[in-house]
């Protein structure tokens, strides 16, 4: 599966952004799509997933501020980021696991200011 992610910029503190990941599959045809993210020096951690039959799981520290959603007609992953903080400052990724093949996007960079 091929992956572009897009979406990414420069947010004040408490701004929202969307952020986009189209695929080379319909999205509904893979296993389990996800979010991730890596901020500098730090390791790349999961920030939310969906999987074919629709259940989303979110990493604790953005729960209720992000959702995940998908838009099967457009074979585009999405996630919805609002309340931003600085902390969320981080290259992210989307992800797919297609029947246990792994594919990654290459990243688009977010940046919030406080």
């Known amino acids: 599966v091929q992956l572009q992610a897009s979406g990414g910029g420069l947010v004040p503190a408490g701004g929202s952004l969307r952020l986009s990941c189209a695929a080379s599959?319909?999205?509904?045809?893979?296993?389990?799509m996800g979010w991730y993210r890596q901020a500098p020096g730090k390791q790349r951690d999961l920030v939310a997933r969906?999987?074919?039959?629709?259940?989303?799981n979110y990493a604790d520290s953005v729960k209720g501020r992000f959702t995940i959603s998908r838009g099967d007609a457009k074979n585009t992953l999405y996630l919805q980021m609002n309340s931003l903080k600085p902390e969320d400052t981080a290259v992210y990724f989307c992800?797919?696991?297609?029947?246990?093949?792994?594919?990654w996007g290459r990243g688009t960079e977010v940046t919030v200011s406080s």
């Open positions: 969906i999987t074919s039959g629709g259940s989303t």
């Open positions: 599959r319909p999205i509904g045809s893979i296993n389990v």
């Open positions: 992800n797919a696991n297609y029947w246990g093949s792994v594919s």
